[in-house]
């Protein structure tokens, strides 16, 4: 049976975790904001779930008489367009799989649906949260099904950054050609195994909403930016090639720097939009140049940053360099109190900043500017949670009152 069925109680129950992704060439435009067909194409790197994740409970009974979405134990709407949009495509491919013959044993696709998800980390706050989100609702609801197949085209429906975090590691997303967004989907350029030196510090500077969510601002910067209109068309499709070949050969001064140039691309046409955009924050601006005076000192790129849409920047950088970094950071912007919970996620080893370097890169300190350090890897792919204990939504199927 596709889900464990709790038989007495006709209650079919699944749970996965899906993970955040960061985008090192951008996604921003839609073609077709109806099928979410993107511009162009783009690539990222799926972050460890042990740091960054999203689990969704799916649950399905008889007696269930509609359907209803938990975000973070408050009641949402189930309506919203890109919910049903999900919720119509794994239902209209469960029943395609089916012939249209009714098996018996498998969930009746008449019954109405319980969802429940949560985030271990802050929502809107430039994170990607609805691309794990939509990731993980689609893995809950095709495991509740019992459906196998190219998933990445159904989670597209609900965030288009959500089709990259349906696979692990490396992942590209294909813009497609085809109206009908069949073949705009994500397909994995590396596993998470293939670089294991990489690192991913993010530097959360707010926990605060966005000032424009994304979904507004890039149909704006579509319709008003020539300046995206040749990224596009001109600068991503050799970005994309340049950016697989640095992966395959694990070449980080290459995929550091041209990180690097597609984040401050991507920013510059939300400049470019009118009226513009602004997603990077003095204190963005104040981490650019740390970066780039860290980098000049030591003679190459040792780390990159990208900003998505929104103030938080995350920096790629390999494991021998994440201490020294870290005690960079920390000097340029003194924690304000909770200096224990400053680094977060795995490990950091302490180190001793040289004299030089201190001189050369940290300049006038701004204390309690970044509000915590997330250290992270790249990770793998949806993963399905078998303890029952795990289940966001008890036997009744409502939220469990999370003690």
Not at 21 to 44: E, F
């Amino acid at each position: 049976v596709a889900a464990a069925m709790a038989a007495e109680r006709g209650l079919a129950v699944a749970t996965c975790t899906a993970p955040v992704n960061i985008a090192v060439i951008k996604y921003w435009g839609k073609r077709d904001t109806d099928l979410i067909l993107p511009i162009n194409s783009s690539l990222s790197v799926t972050l460890h779930q042990d740091q960054l994740k999203t689990t969704t409970t799916a649950a399905a009974s008889r007696d269930f008489t509609e359907d209803r979405l938990w975000l973070n134990g408050k009641e949402a709407d189930v309506g919203h367009p890109r919910v049903q949009a999900c919720l119509r495509e794994v239902r209209r491919l469960a029943r395609k799989r089916r012939g249209g013959s009714e098996d018996t044993a498998a969930l009746s696709l008449s019954y109405k649906i319980h969802i429940a998800s949560e985030n271990n980390f802050p929502t809107a706050a430039g994170l990607a949260s609805s691309a794990a989100g939509y990731a993980c609702l689609v893995s809950a609801l095709a495991r509740l099904y019992g459906l196998e197949e190219e998933l990445s085209e159904v989670a597209r429906r609900g965030s288009g950054s959500a089709c990259r975090s349906m696979f692990g590691g490396f992942v590209q997303w294909q813009r497609g050609e085809r109206p009908d967004g069949t073949d705009s989907l994500a397909l994995q350029v590396a596993p998470e195994t293939h670089w294991p030196e990489l690192r991913v510090l993010v530097l959360v500077v707010s926990g605060e909403k966005k000032p424009v969510g994304s979904t507004a601002g890039m149909q704006t910067s579509v319709e008003t930016s020539p300046l995206l209109k040749h990224r596009a068309e001109v600068v991503v499709p050799e970005r994309l090639a340049q950016m697989m070949r640095h992966i395959r050969e694990r070449d980080f001064e290459g995929f550091g720097q041209l990180a690097m140039r597609d984040s401050n691309q991507f920013h510059a046409t939300c400049l470019d939009t009118f009226p513009p955009i602004f997603y990077l924050t003095d204190l963005s601006r104040h981490i650019i140049a740390l970066a780039h005076r860290y980098n000049a000192h030591h003679g190459h790129t040792k780390v990159a940053y990208t900003f998505d849409a929104g103030p938080n920047a995350v920096i790629f950088t390999l494991a021998d360099t994440v201490a020294e970094f870290v005690e960079v950071v920390r000097r340029s912007f003194p924690p304000a109190t909770n200096g224990d919970q400053f680094v977060r996620g795995l490990p950091v080893g302490s180190a001793a900043l040289p004299q030089e370097l201190v001189a050369a890169v940290v300049t006038e300190p701004l204390p309690g500017a970044v509000q915590y350090i997330l250290h992270t890897k790249p990770g793998p792919g949806p993963q399905l949670v078998d303890d029952p204990s795990q289940h966001l939504l008890g036997a009744d199927g409502l939220p469990r009152s999370r003690a």
